[in-house]
């Protein structure tokens, strides 16, 4: 089995959810092995990029000392396809906290009206040593997701990724 630092050389951690299912997939961070300061830094980058989210950003990349985050939301109809998001849509809501979940059904109602019932919601943050470029961190975290999920070459966070190579 290989894990994921094998498969993402430089990445230091990465939480990937499912807001429709409630699935949370990451690494513990309670682990002997995890880098001083680790836990911290995916807190703080949680609240950063829920603030990018919450003003309608829903790719966002950012350097801070040593790494680099990367914080994705996307959306797909029940058959997998990519559904394209208003960024406009996120200002008028609250900042997501915790326990998120209203926040993200008020993101699909806000987005897709009559079909958010539909409307499939995911995220991905990513942890990168600062030293690996931004093509490798999009193709890595492309290659995460479909490892993960399974998710086909040609699902919306390819779009997310390409967009930022």
Known sequence: MITYAELCPGLKHFIYIDRNAHHLISPSLES?????????QVW???QQARQHLKNGCF???WHQGAV??????????????PLP????????????????????RALKQKLFAERA???MCYELLCIHDSSVPAEVVAEQCQKLTTKLWGSPA???ISLL?????
């Open 154 to 156: 040609s699902s919306p």
């Open 44 to 46: 703080v980058a949680m």
């Open 161 to 165: 990724f390409n967009v930022l190579r």
């Open 68 to 81: 680099q985050f990367s914080y994705y939301v996307w959306f797909e109809d029940g058959s997998g396809n």
């Open 85 to 104: 998001a208003d960024s406009s849509a996120g200002d008028l809501l609250t900042e997501p906290g915790i326990l998120a979940g209203d926040f993200y």
């Open 32 to 40: 002997s092995k995890i880098a001083p300061g680790l836990k911290e």
């Open 117 to 119: 019932n539909s409307v």
């Open 59 to 61: 790719k966002v990349r």
